[in-house]
C-alpha cells in the first residue's frame, strides 16, 4: 500500500492506497508546533483502530503547502515507517508540462491536481481546489499545466470580514436562502457564499475564453467545495480526493527509481 499525505495550512490529508483503490482517508489538523513523535504516534493509532499493519505501507508521497513543517514530517516518516518519503520536487516525473514562467513557484498541492484531473478526465480541464485558499489551474489538451488564479478561500473571506469590522457579527457558513438578507448574518452569508459563486463563474468562463477550445471539463475538489458545487453551473466533477489521487499516480510514474 501507498500513504499519501496532502499538507495544506488548515488541515493534512492523509489516504492509504492500495493499488488504486482508497483503502482509508483521515484528516488531520496542521500544527506548526507539533512534533514528529505527537503526528506518528497519531498515525500509529489510526492504523491500529483500523487494523492495518504499518509493514503494508510500502511507500509514501507528500505534497505540502507548509514548509515549516516538512522536516517534522519528513522525521516522522522515518522515525515511525523506516522510509523516506517522495515530494514533489525538480526530477521527479508528473506527466505533465510545467509552462509557469517559474515551474519551483508552483504549489505540489496544485502539481498533484493537475496530474491527477488530467490522468483521470481528461484535458482539456480545469481544476478548482477550495481550501485555505481556493486555487485554478488550467491544463491544457496536451497534458500542459498553463497557469491559473489564487483566491482567498471562502472561510478565509468570511474571518476577514469580521476580524476588521467593528460591528459585523461571526457567522456560520452556509448558504442563505435568498440573495436578499433580512438580518446582518444573512446579508453576510448572501455577500460570500453567493458573491463567492459568481466569482468562481467568471473565473472558468474567463480561462474557458483564454484557452479558446471547446468542451473543458472543470474538476472541483476542498473541504469547501460542496457549499459552492451545487449552486454552480460551472463545476462539472466533485472529486473530494483529488490531490491525493494525484500523489499516488506520481508515485507510481516513479516508484522504479525508488
Not at 446579508?187 to 474567463?206: E, F
Request: neutral net charge; proline residues 3%; hydrophobic residues 40%.
Amino acid at each position: 500500500m501507498i500513504l499519501t499525505l496532502d499538507i495544506g495550512n488548515t488541515n493534512m490529508k492523509t489516504a492509504l492506497f492500495d493499488g488504486t483503490e482508497m483503502r482509508q482517508y483521515w484528516r488531520l489538523s496542521t500544527n506548526r508546533n507539533r512534533t514528529s513523535d505527537e503526528y506518528g504516534m497519531n498515525m500509529m493509532n489510526l492504523l491500529n483502530h483500523y487494523g492495518i499493519d504499518k509493514g503494508e505501507i510500502k511507500g509514501i508521497m507528500m505534497s505540502s503547502v507548509v514548509p515549516q513543517i516538512n522536516f517534522t514530517i519528513e522525521h516522522m516518516c522515518r522515525n515511525y515507517f523506516g522510509m523516506e518519503p517522495m515530494k514533489i520536487e525538480p526530477g521527479v516525473k508528473t506527466g505533465i508540462n510545467i509552462k509557469y514562467e517559474n515551474p519551483r513557484e508552483l504549489g505540489s498541492d496544485r502539481i498533484a491536481n493537475a496530474v491527477a484531473a488530467y490522468e483521470l478526465y481528461g484535458g482539456p480541464c480545469i481544476t478548482i481546489d477550495f481550501g485555505t485558499a481556493t486555487s485554478f489551474g488550467a491544463i491544457s489538451e496536451k497534458g500542459e499545466f498553463l497557469g491559473g488564479a489564487i483566491c482567498p478561500g471562502l472561510k478565509l473571506a468570511a474571518d476577514a470580514l469580521t476580524e476588521h469590522t467593528a460591528k459585523l457579527p461571526r457567522f456560520e457558513l452556509v448558504k442563505p436562502e435568498s440573495a436578499i438578507g433580512r438580518n446582518t448574518v444573512a446579508n453576510m452569508q448572501a455577500g460570500i457564499v453567493y458573491g463567492y459563486i459568481g466569482q468562481i463563474k467568471y473565473l472558468v468562463n474567463r480561462m474557458k475564453q483564454e484557452m479558446g477550445v471547446p468542451n473543458i471539463k472543470v474538476i472541483a475538489t476542498g473541504g469547501l467545495a460542496v457549499l459552492v458545487a451545487g449552486e454552480s453551473s460551472v463545476i462539472d466533477v466533485m472529486d473530494g480526493l483529488l490531490t491525493l489521487k494525484g500523489l499516488r499516480i506520481i508515485y507510481e510514474k516513479n516508484a522504479a527509481n525508488r
